[in-house]
T-cell receptor, first 113, second 113 residues
Framework: AQSVTQLGSHVSVSEGALVLLRCNYS??????LFWYVQYPNQGLQLLLK??????LVKGINGFEAEFKKSETSFHLTKPSAHMSDAAEYFC???????????FGTGTRLLVSP | DTGVSQDPRHKITKRGQNVTFRCDPI?????LYWYRQTLGQGPEFLTY????????KSRLLSDRFSAERPKGSFSTLEIQRTEQGDSAMYLC???????????FGPGTRLLVL
């Protein structure tokens, strides 16, 4: 079965520091991978997606992620954290046919001044 | 493009009561999805519509849950005889046919007392 694992339920960084949120996947078929962000009491907003084109994917708000098949990873990075980046981040995997997404358990990003 | 909308945003009910939630997808999006998100977890797939046809249902969708999309536009999710374990955020998403990205609404937060 396809699944994603997000390492670290909480990640704390200082403003201006590198952000690294980890996501590993398991899939028997070529996956589609997504990162979504959720602010308190809101729905999910798409940050970026991998759909078998370029392995380095750039998203909104300065985030990017690299698909590494050999490591079955799709880690999310941002060179310099901003206070407004504090939120919950979810990695998700989709399949051909796009009938549903399977989400990880999420990583809460805390940004301190 | 006004985005996916959900109504109500919050619902408090007593155990045993019935509740109904509404989702209006992005105009012309053929696919509509319902997810449930409990505290500290990622969203979990409940069900999926292609136009008015309900094509997939999760095992999470017990007999007390029913979803409809009568005219292939808006959808409703009804929970009968609510239980405290039904307390969660119910998220709706939509996508156009052939596109892998799902666009989420703000969610309906249900609290069962």
């Amino acid at each position: 079965a396809q699944s994603v694992t997000q390492l670290g339920s909480h990640v704390s960084v200082s403003e201006g520091a590198l952000v690294l949120l980890r996501c590993n996947y398991s899939s028997s078929v070529p996956p589609y991978l997504f990162w979504y962000v959720q602010y308190p009491n809101q729905g999910l907003q798409l940050l970026l997606k991998y759909t078998s084109a370029a392995t380095l994917v750039k998203g909104i708000n300065g985030f990017e992620a690299e698909f590494k098949k050999s490591e079955t990873s799709f880690h999310l990075t941002k060179p310099s954290a901003h206070m407004s980046d504090a939120a919950e981040y979810f990695c998700a995997i989709g399949f051909t046919g796009f009938q549903k997404l399977v989400f990880g358990t999420g990583t809460r990003l805390l940004v301190s001044p | 493009d006004t985005g996916v909308s959900q109504d109500p945003r919050h619902k408090i009910t007593k155990r045993g009561q019935n509740v109904t939630f509404r989702c209006d997808p992005i105009s012309e999006h053929n696919r509509l999805y319902w997810y449930r998100q409990t505290l500290g977890q990622g969203p979990e797939f409940l069900t999926y519509f292609q136009n008015e046809a309900q094509l997939e249902k999760s095992r999470l969708l017990s007999d007390r849950f029913s979803a409809e999309r009568p005219k292939g536009s808006f959808s409703t999710l009804e929970i009968q005889r609510t239980e405290q374990g039904d307390s969660a955020m119910y998220l709706c998403a939509s996508s156009p046919t052939g596109q892998e990205t799902q666009y989420f609404g703000p969610g309906t937060r249900l609290l069962v007392l």
